[in-house]
């Protein structure tokens, strides 16, 4: 494991609207900086926070490494050459310190795998729901286990964290390979949440993978989704859907109605621009772009979030 320590670079420049209901909104506060690896740039393409410490975890695509940042955004370590990484695609921190998230296997197929908290391979033998099965994102449940996501098969699966094996194995209805679908997320009270991606819409699942509707309406106006991505949720309920190609977090309440939207298309402090990834963090919302390697962190405002 290497050890790194770095600084952020702050502060808010950026005001959004207020919901509908005046309860909640969200202000650009920094980027978070990001440790270059040997490649000399980084690719963020997936973000997880974990809740009991609010320690986020960034998959960098380009430097084959895994950052993990404190709440305040300062750097606590980045993983090594010892970690082996092939091509990660999703990462989580576990309750012991370690990672579980998605690579290449020893037979180079797409696969679960784990590091120990100093950033080591350790043994972990992923029982495959199907013959093809190659997950594409990862999420730790609130009960500790794995819900993965194949977007191309459009299956949803649990695995059990300890033994590797399936829990339960679900077919998304309605869901071709050309729908690239975005990572799943998991609400307050266990319900699934998936971004549609050319669906344009949020799929909504039960705990146990079946069919609990959808929302969203297709367009590329304000409270239209035209291809959403990630999904995180706010303090009180409220479901924040990124959207990629428009550029934005569109806001809706638990009831899944759509109440107002932030951000922009651009490369300034607050703007986004073809965003892959959003987290909740205790008081604020981070969200991943590619483009120029940035992780920006929005401060969370309004009656709900306790000011």
């Given at each position: 494991?290497?050890?790194?320590?770095?600084?952020?670079?702050?502060?808010?420049?950026?005001?959004?609207?207020?919901?509908?209901?005046?309860?909640?909104?969200?202000?650009?506060?920094?980027?978070?900086?990001?440790?270059?690896?040997?490649?000399?740039?980084?690719?963020?393409?997936?973000?997880?926070?974990?809740?009991?410490?609010?320690?986020?975890?960034?998959?960098?695509?380009?430097?084959?490494?895994?950052?993990?940042?404190?709440?305040?955004?300062?750097?606590?370590?980045?993983?090594?050459?010892?970690?082996?990484?092939?091509?990660?695609?999703?990462?989580?921190?576990?309750?012991?310190?370690?990672?579980?998230?998605?690579?290449?296997?020893?037979?180079?197929?797409?696969?679960?795998?784990?590091?120990?908290?100093?950033?080591?391979?350790?043994?972990?033998?992923?029982?495959?729901?199907?013959?093809?099965?190659?997950?594409?994102?990862?999420?730790?449940?609130?009960?500790?286990?794995?819900?993965?996501?194949?977007?191309?098969?459009?299956?949803?699966?649990?695995?059990?964290?300890?033994?590797?094996?399936?829990?339960?194995?679900?077919?998304?209805?309605?869901?071709?390979?050309?729908?690239?679908?975005?990572?799943?997320?998991?609400?307050p009270d266990g319900r699934l949440y998936v971004p549609g991606g050319e669906?344009?819409?949020?799929?909504?699942?039960?705990?146990?993978?079946?069919?609990?509707?959808?929302?969203?309406?297709?367009?590329?106006?304000?409270?239209?989704?035209?291809?959403?991505?990630?999904?995180?949720?706010?303090?009180?309920?409220?479901?924040?859907?990124?959207?990629?190609?428009?550029?934005?977090?569109?806001?809706?309440?638990?009831?899944?109605?759509?109440?107002?939207?932030?951000?922009?298309?651009?490369?300034?402090?607050?703007?986004?621009?073809?965003?892959?990834?959003?987290?909740?963090?205790?008081?604020?919302?981070?969200?991943?772009?590619?483009?120029?390697?940035?992780?920006?962190?929005?401060?969370?405002?309004?009656?709900?979030?306790?000011?």
């Open positions: 494991m290497t050890i790194r320590r770095a600084s952020c670079i702050s502060f808010a420049l950026f005001l959004c609207p207020l919901a509908a209901n005046g309860t909640i909104a969200f202000r650009f506060e920094r980027a978070l900086h990001l440790e270059v690896g040997t490649a000399g740039q980084v690719r963020p393409i997936a973000l997880s926070v974990d809740p009991a410490t609010g320690d986020v975890c960034v998959t960098d695509e380009r430097g084959v490494s895994f950052h993990v940042l404190d709440e305040h955004g300062i750097t606590q370590f980045t993983t090594s050459i010892t970690a082996a990484l092939s091509t990660p695609a999703d990462a989580c921190l576990e309750r012991d310190g370690g990672f579980v998230f998605i690579d290449h296997g020893v037979d180079g197929e797409r696969t679960l795998r784990k590091l120990d908290l100093r950033g080591e391979p350790r043994r972990f033998d992923v029982e495959k729901p199907a013959p093809q099965w190659r997950p594409d994102h990862l999420i730790v449940t609130a009960d500790g286990d794995y819900v993965s996501l194949d977007k191309y098969a459009g299956t949803l699966t649990k695995h059990d964290a300890a033994s590797g094996r399936v829990l339960w194995h679900r077919t998304l209805e309605g869901v071709s390979e050309q729908s690239e679908l975005g990572r799943p997320a998991e609400a669906l344009h819409l949020v799929l909504v699942r039960t705990a146990d993978g079946a069919d609990a509707g959808s929302f969203g309406r297709p367009g590329t106006s304000p409270g239209r989704l035209a291809f959403p991505v990630g999904v995180a949720f706010g303090p009180g309920g409220e479901v924040l859907v990124l959207d990629r190609m428009r550029h934005t977090v569109l806001v809706y309440d638990r009831d899944h109605e759509f109440t107002s939207e932030f951000g922009s298309y651009g490369g300034a402090p607050g703007q986004l621009y073809h965003p892959l990834a959003i987290a909740a963090a205790p008081g604020r919302i981070l969200v991943a772009q590619g483009y120029e390697g940035r992780v920006q962190a929005f401060g969370i405002f309004g009656m709900e979030a306790g000011e």
